[in-house]
């Protein structure tokens, strides 16, 4: 391992000012899930590590009137346990539960997960339906993006060098919504995904009034199937043949690589049976 | 007490044998004590670590390492320039080895990506890092080859050394080749009703994954011994082969096997112990090498990949009439265990369909320029059952039967023999076995009923997305190598009454320390609790080939029975002279030597402390021996029940029924244990373990990111049922249980497959991918 230089912070405040100090020489520690391996197999470059583990204002899971703030430093453990997210966002508990093993959930944050912007990011596929809001804060104070602007490519976000995500805003489910996540991976834990992909769906009178499509690891960054999507919304009558051949526009909206983990192809045939699956779990299918 | 039933007649009844006592190291392993290599720190120790190819196959035209003996700390760079070359095999085999002398210290030539270039010693890990990144090495490319089949058209020739031995063929890169014909296989196929007229199978590398990769610690004690704490399956093996190849006197070597965090086959072979003990040797100080994941992955051993062809023929009736195997191995660089791998695809399969007409098996282990494979839990048998176990169950869907009819009509059973045994041995002939014990009959009976079959099968029961299929197979292996493998043991009094044992066999995680000390208690008539061990020491206890082959039970355990024989003569001949009476009116019960007639009695701590101190003084102590010309083969019958995601193609087993025969059994947890850990390390070989290399050579996935093994979450229900036989060659009717059941997973899966959608799967791992891809082209609607 290479040597650096390690600072531990104890408010937003110092981590920012460190943060404009170092520029795009360094990084931050939040959980380490993911920096300490890179770290022991010299794959940083950066000389700095930023300790912000012990920065209050980016913890906790707090409701605000119609809405869910949940701290950049909270784990995927927190978030399992958390009352207010299982009344009022269960989609982002379903997708912690598949996140590597109870060691990684003890520690890997939801900051980390977003912020390393990794297409098969298990957390961030039910963001995206949840049209997730980012609370940024730098040198220059504080803004919020939607997540659809915020991920650019494979690890690149629009993060400015002396900027932190400090929380992800979410709306309070209301009770007509209903969502689920699929993921598929090479085994049942400690795996990437080979893709993934989750739907939330408000149903009103029997009809799909919205639905919100998103898939991870078939496309550099995750991304929504909004054509998918446009196609469902107001349909009434849900038969498979029909539904397989909706499901099936999805290969348009994807565009994904081979690795170990599975082919350009195989990604694509299969994003069409999760996606497929995902709604067999959320509507009545017949035939 | 605990008994062995046989047809309903109680034929044996035990004290310590069948029970489940405490394991020996359990308590220490537990709390943490430390045991194992890596837990001794010694001053002054250097740490090493070897510098590798990054070529698949190339000359060294020079090593400059000027740069690196510069650096402050580092203190030795060994390569082929400064260490002796004489040509040895690092498998820890019998002598003489039957694997080729093929591989040296260092070479001038290195022939994998992953293979030794040169090793450097120095005062810490990151100062040796440093030394290797400043080591300049000038390299000469060849040309390579990865496929063994191109590799056998001799184009690129990977061992063309004057010095080196035991190679079939270099021009054609041919380690070992076999033909043997017993009947006339082409007339018997033609002459067949059925045919299966030619499937090819394929299997991949992978890899043993002990949680302790390869580790040594070597020092000189106090009169100039080189020590080498090491761990390894093969202690004795690692003393003759490190004597002969650093030429330094085998008096002057001492090795030492402490505890062992896994080994399955890996750790059967000399891998850095030479490296750490000649740096001693030069450097006069403690030397410690510990391979990384990464290297355990790339550079250690790996199961052979293998490709498999197989014709069957059978009469209307079911009978097989004639079975055709042709093995080809991968064995890459190298050609550690090649032969006998080889073999063993052959010998551990073919016997068990032994009324065949004609049998032929014809193999080949090829070297390529690939990470090397070795020996792995199953050793060769592994890849022969699922390419023959996926046959047969090919005939009884083309004859439309159920399969396991099939196998009824034509499996061995008690009595009877196969030419094969003769046939094909350890890389040469072998010896005729007769089986005396089998209750595979039963076996599959009883796991039939546990998994439900006529439930389950041909009914491709469907559930959304998921369609459901059960499958089977069956398979043996063996007890030890016979007239090969010997194993020693010793045994003494003490002055309070208690034994020590002495054995050179290693345990690796096993428990045989715990299992051989249950049958010295069980002989002697002493508690279990009286015994104390000492192991795998080759200075202080008595010879042993080591951990390898399903053997300790059987041979270690056939010398222990021995020992505990004599020990106990011994100890009733010293108590009849003290009791004055006839030793045959003496037995050994509750800790005393007691007089059947009159029911006076001695204690074993009176005898001890008198034999030591007022009469007759002497140690009483015994030693002996045992080899086998038998080497009696367990037998299995695995079934497992799966769910098939034809959207997704993922395979999910639901639950696994293995029924063993392994003889009496000495240690039920233990035994247990060993078949569900098989059976655990089968399913990943079936399901998601696989290496993969680009086309220059280079291992693609090497670290537990990218190799999937299962976790536990991904582990079914997996029910281990044990109908007990006795053995009359064993000690206390007693077989093996190390091996056999890695051989069912991978067929019993892909027999599943075929019930549930009728698609073989021929290539394993069967990854989502591949299943899925299948399903689409069987045209089946998802």
Redo the contacts between chains.
């Keep these: 391992m290479r040597e650096f230089e390690y600072y531990k912070v104890k408010n937003l405040k110092e981590a920012i000012n460190l943060s404009k100090k170092f520029g795009k020489n360094k990084r931050f520690l939040a959980g380490g899930t993911d920096l300490i391996v890179r770290l022991k197999d010299n794959l940083i470059k950066e000389e700095n590590i930023i300790d912000i583990k012990n920065i209050e204002e980016l913890k906790g899971i707090k409701e605000v009137e119609d809405e869910i703030h949940i701290g950049s430093l909270v784990t995927f453990s927190e978030i399992i346990e958390s009352d207010i997210l299982k009344k009022y966002s269960p989609l982002i508990v379903e997708a912690s539960k598949k996140v590597g093993?109870p060691q990684i959930r003890n520690k890997g944050t939801i900051g980390g997960n977003i912020c390393n912007a990794s297409p098969a990011g298990d957390s961030i596929p039910p963001l995206f339906c949840e049209d997730a809001k980012f609370f940024l804060e730098s040198t220059n104070g504080s803004r919020i993006v939607n997540i659809e602007d915020f991920f650019k490519g494979p690890g690149k976000t629009i993060l400015k060098e002396d900027e932190i995500l400090v929380k992800i805003i979410l709306k309070k489910w209301k009770e007509n919504e209903f969502g689920f996540f699929n993921k598929?991976g090479?085994?049942?834990?400690?795996?990437?995904a080979?893709a993934s992909s989750c739907i939330k769906i408000k149903k009103s009178d029997g009809k799909i009034e919205d639905i919100k499509i998103s898939l991870g690891s078939v496309s550099p960054t995750v991304i929504r199937a909004k054509k998918v999507e446009n196609i469902l919304r107001g349909l009434k009558e849900y038969k498979k043949d029909e539904i397989?051949k909706i499901c099936d526009e999805v290969k348009e909206e994807i565009d994904p690589i081979t690795d170990?983990?599975?082919?350009r192809e195989?990604r694509i045939?299969?994003s069409k049976?999760?996606v497929?699956?995902a709604l067999?779990n959320l509507l009545n299918i017949r035939g | 007490m605990s008994k062995v039933i046989k047809e309903e007649k109680i034929i044996k009844e035990f004290n310590t044998v069948g029970k489940n006592v405490e394991k020996y190291d359990g308590l220490p392993l537990v709390t943490g004590q430390p045991l194992f290599t890596d837990d001794i720190f010694l001053p002054n120790m250097l740490y090493a670590k070897i510098m590798t190819s990054p070529y698949p196959h190339a000359e060294i035209v020079e090593i400059d390492e000027s740069e690196a003996l510069k650096i402050p700390g580092v203190r030795i760079v060994l390569s082929y320039k400064n260490t002796p070359r004489i040509a040895h095999t690092t498998a820890g085999q019998g002598y003489p080895e039957p694997s080729p002398y093929d591989h040296f210290m260092f070479d001038k030539k290195v022939r994998f990506i992953g293979d030794r270039v040169c090793a450097v010693g120095g005062d810490s890990i990151e100062i040796v890092e440093e030394a290797i990144s400043k080591i300049k090495v000038t390299y000469k490319e060849l040309p390579y080859v990865l496929d063994p089949e191109e590799a056998m058209k001799g184009e690129v020739i990977i061992h063309d050394e004057d010095d080196i031995s035991g190679v079939y063929d270099k021009n054609r890169n041919i380690i070992s080749h076999v033909e043997i014909p017993i009947g006339d296989v082409e007339n018997e196929l033609k002459e067949s009703f059925y045919k299966i007229e030619e499937e090819i199978y394929f299997t991949q590398p992978v890899q043993h994954t002990p949680i302790e990769t390869h580790i040594s610690i070597t020092y000189f004690d106090e009169y100039g011994n080189l020590i080498v704490r090491s761990s390894t399956q093969v202690p004795f093996h690692i003393r003759r082969i490190l004597s002969k190849i650093l030429e330094f006197p085998m008096k002057k070597i001492r090795v030492i096997k402490p505890r062992i965090g896994g080994g399955f086959g890996v750790k059967q072979e000399l891998l850095i112990e030479d490296i750490c003990s000649l740096m001693t040797i030069r450097t006069k100080r403690p030397v410690r090498m510990e391979l990384t994941r990464k290297e355990e992955f790339i550079s250690s051993r790996l199961r052979h990949p293998s490709k498999i062809w197989i014709r069957l023929g059978a009469d209307r009736d079911g009978k097989l009439n004639a079975i055709d195997m042709r093995v080809l191995l991968n064995n890459g660089a190298y050609g550690t265990h090649g032969p006998t791998v080889l073999f063993n695809s052959g010998s551990k399969t073919l016997p068990l369909y032994n009324k065949v007409k004609a049998v032929r098996f014809i193999g080949d282990a090829v070297y390529t320029n690939l990470p090397v494979s070795g020996a792995f839990r199953g050793y060769g048998a592994t890849n022969g059952y699922f390419a023959l176990e996926s046959a047969m169950d090919d005939l009884a869907n083309l004859m439309g039967i159920d399969p396991i009819e099939l196998r009824k009509i034509n499996h061995i059973s008690e009595g009877e023999t196969s030419p094969i045994f003769e046939k094909l041995g350890e890389g040469k002939e072998g010896i005729t076995q007769y089986i005396e014990s089998s209750a595979l009959s039963k076996c599959i009976e009883i796991g039939k009923k546990e998994i439900e079959w006529e439930k389950w099968r041909g009914k491709r029961v469907r559930n959304?997305?998921l369609v459901r299929g059960v499958g089977m197979a069956i398979m043996m292996q063996g007890s030890g190598i016979p007239l090969v493998d010997m194993a020693g043991a010793r045994a003494k009094l003490n002055d309070d009454g208690t034994l020590h044992l002495f054995i050179g066999a290693t345990d690796i995680g096993t428990g045989s320390d715990t299992i051989l000390a249950q049958i010295l208690s069980e002989e002697v008539g002493i508690p279990y609790e009286d015994i104390k061990v000492y192991s795998s020491d080759s200075d202080f206890t008595p010879f042993d080939t080591g951990a390898y082959a399903s053997s300790t039970t059987y041979v270690t355990g056939g010398a222990v029975k021995k020992v505990g024989n004599e020990i106990k003569r011994k100890i009733i001949s010293y108590a009849s002279k003290l009791m004055n009476e006839n030793p045959e009116n003496l037995i050994i019960k509750e800790r005393s030597v007691v007089n059947i007639i009159t029911g006076e009695k001695i204690s074993l701590r009176e005898i001890g402390e008198r034999s030591f101190y007022d009469f007759e003084q002497e140690q009483i102590e015994a030693s002996a021996s045992f080899i086998s010309p038998k080497s009696p083969p367990p037998f299995a019958a695995h079934f497992v029940l799966i769910d098939l995601d034809l959207?997704?193609?993922?395979i999910i087993p639901i639950k696994y029924v293995a029924v063993n025969d392994i003889g009496v059994i000495i240690h039920p947890n233990l035994a247990k244990g060993q078949a569900i850990g098989s059976i655990v390390q089968g399913l990943g070989f079936a399901l998601?373990e696989e290496l993969?290399y680009s086309k220059r050579g280079v291992m693609?996935?090497p670290s537990f990111?990218?190799y999937?093994?299962?976790?536990?979450?991904?582990i079914p229900e997996i029910n281990v049922k044990f109908i007990e036989t006795y053995d009359p060659t064993g000690p206390f009717g007693a077989k093996s249980v190390a091996e056999i059941n890695i051989n069912g997973p991978a067929p019993a899966i892909r027999n599943a497959v075929l019930d549930a959608v009728g698609i073989k799967l021929n290539s394993l791992p069967m990854?989502?991918?591949k299943v899925?891809?299948a399903i689409?082209n069987s045209g089946i609607k998802?």
């Excluded at chain 1, 090479?186 to 990437?192: D, M, P, V």
């Excluded at chain 1, 170990?260 to 082919?263: A, C």
């Design positions: 093993s598929l090479q085994r049942n834990a400690l795996t990437i080979i397989i170990v983990r599975g082919s195989y045939e299969v049976y999760l497929f699956e067999n | 959304g997305n959207e997704t193609g993922k998601t993969i693609l996935n990111l990218d999937k093994l299962l976790t536990s979450v991904d990854t989502p991918e899925f891809k689409l998802i």
